[in-house]
């Protein structure tokens, strides 16, 4: 690990402000991801702002009925919140679908949703990755690679990693939005639809943070009611991320919502595709998957996330 200087803030405003003016600086909530690439020296950040001491840990009520995340309640506790359980259960059910129970207990729901990507290509500081060495390559789309783990859908020639969190794809399928404190000290709204970006030609912006930009909470609207699941299929039972993973919720009006996980660079969701579920999963796939372009090592999760649907769907 390479040295870096560190300091605590009490602050959000001082935060984003702080970031902003020291190149290079990283934030440290529960660290589950950024001290590890730390180690690996994939992320090399000079200067490291300990943000545990923003008081951004509480779950409260919004004055529309829905609920209001701080960025720093862990894993753990999001998931373990009654009104989470009573309400929001696929968000419950998604937590807990994630990690370890001891990586819950530290992760944090900004740090969740900014974790990165666990393509191994990515994590290997010996092969080309335009993510993490921007113009360097694709290791994963060279002629043998190992593509089993990785995107299907969103992705482009420059990068096919997916987005690893579980946590982010219940959210999403209930139309999640973050909430920032910029360096200047303004705040902004950012729907979770539009806070992951697609890799395009720039596969190492992967979110629509600018530069210092702080995440101060996850809101979440009135609660829809209804029915909801998370199913999430890996290769083995625990502490795996997710080949294919489907948030449903049919509502009480006859609403019906999906999102998928472990398929492209964030949580998979259209309008398209929810209309169609009346229609059944294949017809639900065809709009939601249509324009997928798999490797011959990953193909197998166009037809793996129709037949979870399926499932789900034939569930009583």
């Known amino acids: 690990m390479r040295a870096f200087s560190y300091e605590k803030v009490t602050d959000p405003a001082q935060a984003a402000a702080r970031a902003a003016e020291v190149e290079g ?47 720093l309640v862990t ?9 989470i359980r009573r309400n929001y259960a696929v968000l419950t059910r998604a937590i807990a ?30 092969q080309p990755c335009n993510k993490r060495a921007p113009g360097s390559g694709c290791a994963a789309l060279s002629e043998g690679a190992f593509s089993r783990q990785l995107g299907v859908i969103g992705t482009s020639d420059a990068c096919i990693a997916t987005h690893p ?19 200047e000290g303004m705040t902004r709204s950012i729907p979770l639809e539009e806070f992951h970006l697609l890799p395009g030609d720039t596969p190492e912006r992967e979110n629509a943070l600018m530069p210092g930009e702080l995440i101060t909470a996850v809101t979440l609207p009135a609660p829809v009611g209804g029915e909801q699941k998370y199913h999430k299929v890996r290769d ?50 065809a709009e939601l998957l249509g324009g997928a372009r798999p490797t ?21």
Request: proline share 3%; aromatic share 4%.
């Open 25 to 71: 600086a990283k934030f440290l909530a529960g660290g589950t991801n950024l001290l590890d690439l730390m180690k690996l020296e994939i992320e090399r950040p000079a200067h490291v702002i300990d943000v545990n001491g923003l008081g951004l840990d509480e779950i409260t009520e919004t004055e529309e009925g829905g609920l209001r995340i701080g960025a």
């Open 75 to 83: 894993n753990t506790a999001l998931s373990a919140d009654a009104r």
């Open 97 to 126: 679908a994630g990690a370890s129970g001891q990586l819950r207990n530290k992760a944090t729901t900004g740090g969740n949703l900014l974790q990165r990507t666990r393509c191994p290509y990515f994590y290997d500081t010996a």
């Open 165 to 183: 969190s579980d946590m982010a794809v219940g959210m999403r399928v209930l139309d999640a939005v973050v909430e920032t404190v910029t360096p």
């Open 236 to 285: 083995r039972a625990s502490y795996a991320f997710a080949l294919v993973s489907v948030a449903l919720i049919r509502q009480p009006d006859g609403t019906e919502r999906v999102a998928l996980g472990g398929v492209a660079p964030k949580p998979w969701r259209s309008a398209a595709a929810d209309a169609e579920l009346s229609n059944g999963a294949a017809a639900v796939m």
């Open 296 to 316: 011959e090592e990953n193909a197998f999760k166009i037809t793996l996330a129709e037949r979870t649907l399926a499932a789900m769907l034939a569930e009583e």
